[in-house]
């Protein structure tokens, strides 16, 4: 505590006024009397980011004097959200700082509210980063994450006229006060040329050179990510393109001064935009060269570091773990590869070992469209000598599991790291697993399924024990006391632990158990999910000018528009809803009459953006905002039903939106969502679940019981045998979509035509992700809940039976802590341990 104080301004009020004036007067070059709310936040920021790099530079000093193994983290996604409430929270300054501030004449929210989101992700994969190196920084490790710096983060997404319309975020508008340029750091990385042997008179032996023929410079951008109550504050790399100061003399000698230029400028494309898509694109060169690059310089670098103090490289697993976030690093086991034998001199063998023991293999998704494959010619081109290592990878695999497994021809063909197809190309995942020690799922569910599916063959191969299990976890600094401050301070009182210590031993959550027979906390509970609702609804209000009654149920479906995650079914159920809502106004009964004895007043939020190119996703969004228009519009409906669509859903609005929640959705047909991590901070912000048996609902329900989640559908063993019924025997489509279908038909929510082929995929294209499957089970499972929700806040069967679900849903989260997560890649995976600075 001591320390604290005299450590930096943001433990002591004066110092933190005085601190603001300065950097408002001499970074900002303006004064008190013209510093509007976005001056008060970069100068805040950057009094805030003096106190980090402090710790920032104090951590890295002593990991590096203590010189023990370090993680790698290797995402070419981290979807951070903001970074100046974290900070505060996570140094916990953020009462005096938030007096400071009124000091100054601001209020801290609005000043928070000006920071743009760090939006460099698409969806899971991307936030899932974010929350580990939280949780990375938080439990003491080691641990750097390493990306690109995108320009361009996720588009941000307009509705106009119930479309989507994408426009360019460019979040770097003005300066940003979190990242700290490494100017002094310059990578060379270089592309396309051609590889030519050698005769090497040291050795006797040929040497395989690569002469690149392009070549573009990687600086960092360092990002302090400052653990919850720790000192400990890791570093997040985010490499820029920049051109080389090298010019092309012959052009320049041609007189093509121009061209030159040209060429180089086009460096800084490299790493310019965030490619939108949450699912596999094919054959795109750009972002391959994006990939390559990322992993070229972060090996430079991790390499660089490790041999500052070492020689030995059958060390080096000893000193480097990396963890490659899905297949889009997997071409850092190649270059590895390259480092030691071409570069290092190491024999082939020798080098092949280490490299397996540094790396392992998060997968998430058993989906085989969504498995990068990348054509050879591609590869040859663009990187020659990695491809020429690639089929030694290959061959000498391959000649493993001929000797293991003799003549079986298919087996070699289905496992083979080059498919031969119409287009021969590399299969990233297959790289990826016989490059690594373990390959983990991110749910258990998850990881069963690629042992018995896509990866079945490497099970055989390489036995079970390379496949593992991490279920996935969340922050919850930021998901519980960032999002929901009121709820978390109300824990920190029940719980007696005024310094929120549950927030990293979130298993003491448990304890509130103990309260869920007390009416008055009960009570103290809803009021503060109220008031959620009551912001929620005013985000609502002024992003869709929509008005919902913060009394209603609100119930919400945000995450990525997705096929598979079955939006559709959930707005074929809202029209199912408005049909009936509308019939029974038609034999005379009133508004009153209807939610007392029929249908509940409820709300149904979506929100999500879809991949500029997926036409079905585009479709299902069209058809929830044509829906919302007819619904909303009708002077009969009162408060029995609203249906909004949230545009430019992203991580601070999913700061709002989730705390509101009473019930999300997670619908997803079973055994396609690998795990999804928006259930989880649904649940621990006290929302109840509607989902499938699928990815983490499986152990969400496990650990809070299965009284207190509404599942329902089929399961995932089913799945196979529906589809193919579905192929052979025709679609039944169940009366009740029948009706909804009938409703889009003739036109009740504009142009069929616009919803065709949506429709037609379930009707006459074999209903793949099987929503007239589950349709029926979807409403049975609504028309249960919504028993137990009652009328909402006051409504005493409400009190009775759907808040004590709530307690018991967040005092059973405990295990869904990314701390908990991280914990089991460092012991199982990493083989590294906590490191007090
Ligand atoms: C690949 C190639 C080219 C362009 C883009 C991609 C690509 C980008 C992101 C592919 C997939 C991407 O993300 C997939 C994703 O977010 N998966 C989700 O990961 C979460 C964290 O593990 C899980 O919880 C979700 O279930 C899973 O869908």
């Given at each position: 505590e001591e320390k604290k104080m005299e450590n930096s301004a943001v433990y002591n009020k004066d110092k933190f006024e005085e601190s603001f004036v300065r950097h408002v007067e001499?970074?900002?070059?303006?004064?008190m009397f013209n510093c509007d709310d976005l001056g008060a936040y970069q100068a805040a920021s950057n009094a805030i980011r003096d106190s980090v790099l402090v710790d920032w530079a104090n951590t890295q000093q002593q990991q590096t004097i203590h010189d023990g193994k370090r993680v790698y983290y290797l995402s070419?996604?981290?979807?951070?959200?903001?970074?100046m409430d974290n900070a505060l929270i996570n140094l916990d300054a953020r009462d005096q700082v938030a007096e400071a501030i009124g000091n100054l004449g601001f209020n801290l929210e609005d000043v928070l509210e000006q920071e743009p989101d760090a939006a460099l992700g698409n969806g899971g994969l991307g936030r899932l980063a974010a929350c580990f190196v939280d949780s990375m920084s938080s439990r003491n490790y080691s641990a750097w994450g390493y990306g690109l710096n995108y320009q361009y983060g996720i588009f941000k997404q307009e509705i106009i006229d119930g479309y989507q319309v994408e426009t360019p975020d460019y979040w770097l508008k003005y300066s940003n006060p979190w990242e700290v340029m490494r100017s002094e750091i310059q990578i060379p990385v270089d592309f396309y040329g051609y590889v030519y042997e050698h005769y090497d008179t040291n050795t006797g032996k040929p040497k395989k050179i690569w002469q690149g023929g392009e070549r573009v410079i990687a600086v960092p951008a360092d990002f302090p990510i400052p653990g919850f109550n720790t000192t400990n504050t890791n570093n997040l790399r985010l490499w820029n393109a920049k051109p080389t100061m090298e010019f092309d003399f012959s052009k320049f000698n041609n007189g093509d001064y121009q061209q030159s230029v040209a060429a180089q400028q086009r460096a800084e494309a490299l790493t310019s935009v965030l490619y939108p898509n949450d699912n596999f694109e094919k054959g795109k060169e750009l972002r391959l060269r994006q990939q390559y690059f990322w992993v070229a310089a972060s090996l430079h670098d991790i390499i660089r570091r490790y041999k500052k103090n070492h020689k030995d490289w059958d060390n080096l697993s000893n000193q480097v773990a990396i963890q490659l976030n899905d297949t889009h690093p997997t071409l850092a086991i190649v270059e590895l590869q390259r480092i030691l034998v071409d570069l290092e001199g190491l024999e082939w063998n020798a080098a092949w070992k280490i490299v397996q023991r540094v790396f392992a293999y998060t997968n998430h998704t058993v989906m085989t469209e969504a498995l990068e494959k990348w054509p050879v010619d591609l590869v040859g081109r663009l990187i020659p000598r990695h491809l020429e290592i690639i089929y030694e990878i290959n061959y000498f695999f391959l000649k493993d599991v001929e000797a293991k497994f003799p003549g079986d021809r298919d087996l070699l063909s289905r496992v083979s790291i080059i498919e031969e197809g119409q287009v021969k190309s590399v299969r990233m995942a297959y790289l990826a697993i016989v490059g690594s020690h373990k390959v983990n799922g991110v749910a258990e569910l998850h990881s069963e399924l690629i042992k018995t599916t896509i990866f079945k063959d490497f099970v055989k191969i390489f036995g079970p024990e390379r496949f593992t299990n991490v279920t996935n976890g969340i922050t919850p600094r930021r998901w519980l006391r960032q999002a929901n401050p009121k709820l978390a301070k109300l824990i920190s009182e029940k719980l007696n632990d005024p310094k929120y210590e549950y927030l990293t031993?979130?298993?003491?959550?448990?304890?509130?158990?103990?309260?869920?027979?007390d009416e008055a906390f009960l009570k103290e509970w809803d009021d503060i999910k109220f008031d959620n609702k009551r912001k929620l609804a005013a985000l609502i209000k002024e992003t869709t000018g929509v008005e919902v009654d913060p009394n209603v149920l609100f119930d919400i479906q945000v995450k990525r528009i997705h096929e598979y995650k079955r939006q559709q079914l959930n707005i074929f159920a809202v029209i199912y809803r408005y049909l009936h809502i509308k019939k029974l106004l038609a034999e005379g009964l009133s508004v009153q009459e209807i939610a007392e004895k029929h249908y509940i007043p409820k709300a149904s939020i979506f929100g999500g953006k879809a991949a500029p190119g997926y036409y079905m996703a585009k479709i299902i969004i069209h058809l929830i905002n044509t829906v919302g228009e007819v619904v909303n519009n009708d002077p009969e409906i009162g408060n029995l039903l609203k249906v909004v669509f949230i545009p430019d859903y992203n991580v601070s609005k999913a700061e709002i939106i989730i705390p509101g929640s009473d019930l999300s959705n997670h619908i997803s047909t079973a055994g396609t969502e690998a795990s999804g991590t928006s259930n989880m901070k649904f649940a621990l912000n006290g929302g109840l679940i509607i989902g499938t048996v699928d990815g983490a609902n499986v152990e969400i329900t496990r650990e809070i019981g299965e009284e207190n989640i509404f599942l329902f559908g089929n399961l995932a063993e089913s799945v196979d045998e529906l589809r193919h019924k579905h192929y052979y025997e025709g679609v039944k489509i169940p009366e009740s979509m029948q009706e909804v279908f009938n409703a889009i038909d003739t036109g009740m929510f504009g142009l069929p035509e616009e919803f065709k082929s949506l429709l037609d995929s379930i009707r006459y294209h074999s209903d793949y992700y099987l929503a007239t499957d589950d349709f029926d089970l979807f409403l049975d499972a609504h028309k249960k809940l919504e028993k137990m929700f009652g009328l909402g806040s006051g409504d005493p069967t409400h009190l009775r039976e759907w808040v004590p679900k709530s307690v018991l849903s967040v005092a059973n989260m405990g295990f869904f802590s990314s701390d908990r997560c991280i914990d089991e890649y460092a012991e199982n995976i990493w083989d590294v341990e906590p490191l007090n600075v």
């Open positions: 001499s970074d900002l070059a303006r004064n070419l996604e981290f979807l951070m959200g903001r970074a031993h979130l298993g003491n959550l448990k304890k509130l158990e103990n309260f869920v027979n």
